[in-house]
C-alpha cells in the first residue's frame, strides 16, 4: 500500500521555480517530523530539508535560503518551494520521515526535477 507519494516535478530553466507536493498515507502524520530527500544519479541520497511536528524548519546549506518546506496537517500534506533553482538541484525528489540515519517509511517512486541551462 502506497505511504509517500511524490508530485511536482519537472523540467526547469535555472533561477526558476518549482513547488513539489508529497501525499502522505499515515493516520499518525501529525506527530511525525518530515522531510524532502533527493538523490542524484551516482550520489547517495541526501535529506535536503526538514520540518518538525510543531513546524520547525531545518536545511541544507545547499539549499539554505532558496528552498522552503511546509507541511498540512488536515490534508496529511508535505511541500517543498523550490526558488532560485540552479544545475546541481538536479535530482530525484522524495518524502519520508526521518528519524536520525533512518527513515520510517518505505521510500516512494519520488519525483524528478531537471534544471538546465
Known amino acids: 500500500q502506497v505511504q509517500l507519494e511524490e508530485s511536482g516535478g519537472g523540467l526547469v530553466q535555472a533561477g526558476g521555480s518549482l513547488r513539489l507536493s508529497c501525499a502522505a498515507s499515515i493516520d499518525i502524520f501529525s506527530i511525525r517530523d518530515m522531510g524532502w530527500y533527493r538523490q542524484a544519479p551516482g550520489k547517495q541520497r541526501e535529506l535536503v530539508a526538514s520540518?518538525?511536528?510543531?513546524?520547525?524548519?531545518t536545511y541544507a546549506d545547499s539549499v539554505k535560503g532558496r528552498f522552503t518546506i511546509s507541511r498540512d496537517n488536515a490534508k496529511k500534506m508535505v511541500y517543498l518551494q523550490m526558488n532560485g533553482l540552479k544545475l546541481e538541484d538536479t535530482a530525484v525528489y522524495y518524502c519520508?520521515?526521518?528519524?536520525?540515519?533512518?527513515?520510517?517509511?518505505?521510500w516512494g517512486q519520488g519525483t524528478q526535477v531537471t534544471v538546465s541551462s
Open positions: 519520508n520521515a526521518p528519524t536520525g540515519r533512518f527513515v520510517f517509511y518505505r
Open positions: 520540518i518538525t511536528s510543531g513546524g520547525t524548519t
